[in-house]
């Protein structure tokens, strides 16, 4: 139910905020990220409008440019803006204007990524650092750096610092966690023993310097701050104490103007996955107890934001003082209009972060279950009513056929949809388990808007051809979703699923072979339950290790768990063949590497190899479609209504009723299709 203005107007969210002369109209931003849609080292069309987008929907502040470098021995590895050239001037001032008249703010965040360079990148330079101390992730070997080196690192801030004044932006931040900075102020990262090491107050040199030049450079009502961690967790060295105390100096000498807190070390895949960026397997603002802690010490406005993943925890971390301004960045991934549903009084209609991490990969920033974010230049995020109304059918009310008759239903088209289960959901039915409950969000999210819209999913409805010919729609959409593939070779017959497992059709046995094909979510959840239910596992894998379809988050989650549990997957192995031995089976796997061949007897057999198109409802209706059920893909692609071709209904597959993929993909194919239709 909205609420009502007056709750509304008193949201601590919605309240401004003045940092020296910069007044935001509300507490929330977007953190920077490097979002993978810069062109040429510059934020052009492209990246701007996803910026724009926010603007839109009512942020206060976007800090753009997460990691930005500030020169050439800070390479672009992955996906950066370029601040070490007078070249991107121009594509600032323009994105500072589409910001400002959308009545946000903008600022860049600056960055040298110092020992995380790549020295294999761009332009084939050293990595530099306060020590050649390697570090875990980015893998490279620093050079110390000199005397040489530090001036003109420093001199560099302070020009990326003018360029971006001189672009119009309200303002920077500088990167201290993990970056060139932070390894100078931590005891981990550097071990010298000059002026630049040691002590504290030697150890926070390089960042005053920094700072003091880059207020050399621009104005004196130019925002400057620091993205600065609050404590490097149990991988650092840095305690929570000594920041305090450092950023009690950088507050003393003026150097910053708010600090934007965060918690833990960069330099492992476990950091980032649980500290940095935790996700879903995390509890929702882990660390805001912590910053509130360090805010009490300080004196200047603090920002934070990890798995502050709604409105609500937002608006607890903003009310009880833990933070001035509340960092809602992967969530208005999922929803770039949530501020304005918040001052609409329906922030029930805001669509949900899950927390998956997807605009964590190499799609980024394109969101699980929002395919419009970061598309903003060729779908967009509004659904224009269409010029006449139709009657569609959509069967199937997985992620493809929710969204489909969403879609649908905003362009004020009359539609059914119909699914042959209890309840909708599909197979995220089966994949919102432990760690990864937060996805029946997608369903639940996607289930509220259809009621809002006067749509009911008709459960229980196994639809036949006479159905879909009764209703004589005009469009017809198939979300029938697939079956699980098993036919891998001899025996295929004798094997289970992982959705046997998963969905507790099949109990596992007392000794199980779970055989993963794909490097996605079903065969590991199979083994994790069956183990974790007291079963023997023994987990093998066509790929070099597990995840391999996953982005990174899911993957480490998947490795420490099964760390936890004593599994350890065997890697490079193909099934070929399954077998009776007695009232046991004999799997043979082959080696990728070696062709050598192995046999396991186990109790049961366990496979995940996708899924194959549920498609007879298909094959029946598309002789009588006027399209013969074909997908122009040239149409779909460009953005323009799929072509008429003759009387009879439109009738086309989506998501995985063509093709097994995610839940991204199934959606993007309901949301480009039907926008048009």
């Known amino acids: 139910m909205p609420q009502d203005q007056a709750t509304v107007t008193k949201d601590p969210l919605l309240q401004p905020l003045t940092i020296k002369g910069l007044t935001l109209r509300n507490r929330i931003i977007s953190t920077a990220h490097a979002c993978g849609l810069e062109k040429d080292g510059f934020p052009q069309e492209a990246y701007q409008a996803y910026h724009v987008e926010k603007a839109r929907g009512g942020i206060g502040l976007s800090m753009f440019g997460g990691s930005s470098n500030v020169d050439i021995d800070s390479?672009?590895?992955f996906r950066q803006l370029d601040v070490g050239t007078d070249e991107i001037i121009p594509h600032f001032r323009r994105f500072a204007d589409r910001m400002h008249a959308e009545g946000a703010a903008l600022m860049c965040q600056i960055t040298h990524l110092g020992r995380r360079g790549d020295p294999y990148a761009q332009d084939w330079l050293p990595p530099i650092g306060p020590s050649p101390i390697r570090e875990t992730l980015h893998r490279g070997i620093p050079r110390e750096m000199d005397e040489h080196d530090i001036a003109r690192v420093v001199r560099a801030y302070g020009q990326a610092a003018r360029r971006c004044e001189e672009g119009g932006l309200d303002g920077i931040e500088t990167l201290a966690a993990g970056h060139l900075i932070g390894q100078f102020l931590s005891p981990k990262t550097n071990k010298r023993t000059d002026r630049f090491g040691g002590s504290l107050e030697n150890r926070i040199r390089f960042a005053l310097m920094?700072?003091?030049?880059?207020?050399?450079?621009?104005?004196?009502?130019?925002?400057?701050?620091?993205?600065?961690?609050?404590?490097?967790?149990?991988?650092?060295e840095l305690s929570a104490e000594e920041c305090v105390a450092a950023a009690q100096i950088l507050?003393?000498?003026?150097?910053?103007?708010?600090?934007?807190?965060?918690?833990?070390?960069?330099d492992t895949s476990r950091s980032l996955s649980e500290e940095?960026?935790?996700?879903?397997?995390?509890?929702?603002?882990?660390?805001?107890?912590?910053?509130?802690?360090?805010?009490?010490?300080?004196?200047?406005?603090?920002?934070?934001?990890?798995?502050?993943?709604?409105?609500?925890?937002?608006?607890f971390a903003v009310a009880e003082g833990h933070v001035d301004l509340a960092g809602l960045t992967r969530p208005q991934i999922a929803d770039p209009h949530m501020v304005a549903k918040l001052m609409r009084g329906e922030p029930e209609r805001v669509r949900p972060c899950v927390g998956a991490g997807h605009c964590q990969g190499p799609?980024?920033?394109?969101?699980?279950?929002?395919?419009?974010?970061?598309?903003?230049?060729?779908?967009?995020?509004?659904?224009?009513?269409?010029?006449?109304r139709r009657k569609a059918v959509v069967v199937g009310a997985g992620p493809a056929g929710l969204e489909a008759a969403r879609i649908l239903g905003l362009r004020g088209h009359e539609v059914r949809i119909f699914d042959a289960a209890a309840r909708p959901g599909g197979q995220v039915i089966l994949a919102a388990n432990d760690w990864r409950r937060d996805l029946i969000a997608i369903v639940d999210w996607r289930i509220a808007e259809l009621r809002a819209l006067g749509i009911e999913v008709e459960c229980n409805r196994f639809v036949e051809p006479s159905d879909i010919r009764e209703m004589d729609p005009d469009l017809a959409l198939l979300a029938t979703g697939g079956l699980p593939q098993t036919e891998f070779g001899p025996g295929d017959d004798l094997v289970l699923s992982a959705w046997d497992i998963v969905g507790r059709q099949v109990p596992p046995a007392a000794e199980i072979l779970v055989w993963d094909n794909t490097g996605r979510h079903p065969a590991l959840l199979a083994a994790h339950m069956a183990k974790s239910e007291g079963a023997e596992v023994q987990l093998a894998t066509?790929?070099?290790?597990?995840?391999?379809?996953?982005?990174?988050?899911?993957?480490?989650?998947?490795?420490?768990?099964?760390?936890?549990?004593?599994l350890k997957p065997d890697g490079n192995l193909r099934l070929t063949a399954v077998r009776r031995e007695g009232n046991r089976l004999e799997a043979t796997l082959v080696n990728e590497l070696t062709h050598g061949v192995e046999r396991r007897l186990v109790d049961q057999v366990v496979v995940e190899m996708g899924t194959v198109p549920m498609d007879d409802l298909f094959?029946?209706?598309?002789?009588?479609?006027?399209?013969?059920?074909?997908t122009d893909i040239h149409a779909l692609r460009d953005g323009l209504r799929q072509p008429t071709?003759?009387?009879?209904?439109?009738?086309?597959?989506?998501?995985?009723?063509?093709?097994s993929r995610n839940i991204h993909a199934a959606i993007y194919d309901a949301v480009r299709l039907c926008r048009t239709a």
């Open 542 to 566: 066509i790929d070099t290790n597990i995840g391999q379809d996953l982005v990174y988050p899911e993957t480490f989650r998947w490795q420490k768990e099964f760390a936890k549990l004593g």
């Open 363 to 388: 799609n980024r920033p394109k969101c699980l279950h929002n395919a419009a974010t970061g598309r903003e230049t060729t779908i967009g995020h509004d659904i224009a009513k269409a010029p006449e």
């Open 251 to 266: 507050e003393r000498e003026g150097s910053v103007d708010f600090f934007n807190a965060l918690f833990g070390s960069m």
């Open 210 to 236: 920094v700072h003091e030049e880059i207020r050399r450079n621009v104005s004196d009502g130019f925002v400057v701050g620091m993205r600065y961690v609050i404590d490097e967790g149990v991988d650092g």
């Open 276 to 315: 940095v960026f935790p996700g879903m397997d995390t509890p929702s603002a882990p660390w805001v107890g912590a910053v509130g802690r360090f805010k009490r010490q300080v004196g200047l406005p603090v920002f934070h934001a990890a798995r502050l993943s709604d409105l609500a925890s937002a608006r």
């Open 75 to 77: 390479p672009n590895i």
């Open 645 to 659: 071709r003759g009387p009879g209904y439109e009738l086309h597959r989506i998501g995985d009723a063509q093709s």
């Open 619 to 630: 094959a029946d209706l598309r002789e009588e479609a006027s399209n013969d059920g074909v």
